[in-house]
């Protein structure tokens, strides 16, 4: 993150990547600050998924599916796993399943 002046305004300017290292680092040196954010554990993952799934009403998923699915998303940050969870919404809606009734939006 760094801040500069644009018209008497200051501006600050954000940038994100999973591969830090693939950063020039002529780049890199402009930035003041840096941030850096650690891929959920095992156990946030569980609790990621189990929040993700209480937004939907679901008969199918049990809570040893839930576990069995947060543990194949090594490396999947909550974004990555809420979008897997609108695709299987999507996907339940296109095969005709009511199994997957949403009770509020997942942003």
Known sequence: MTSIQYHQQPIMI????????????????LFQDE???????????????????????????????????SSSAHAFIAADMARWCRL???????SG???SKK???II
């Open 14 to 29: 954000i940038g994100t990547t999973r591969h830090p290292k693939r950063i020039l680092p002529s780049i890199h040196r």
């Open 35 to 69: 941030i850096h954010l650690q891929i959920p554990t095992p156990q946030q993952r569980l609790i990621i998924m189990k929040n993700l799934c209480t937004a939907f009403h679901h008969s199918v998923l049990t809570d040893e599916d839930i576990l069995t699915l």
């Open 88 to 94: 299987a919404e999507k996907n339940a809606i296109r």
């Open 97 to 99: 399943s009511n199994t």
């Open 103 to 105: 009770k509020h939006e």
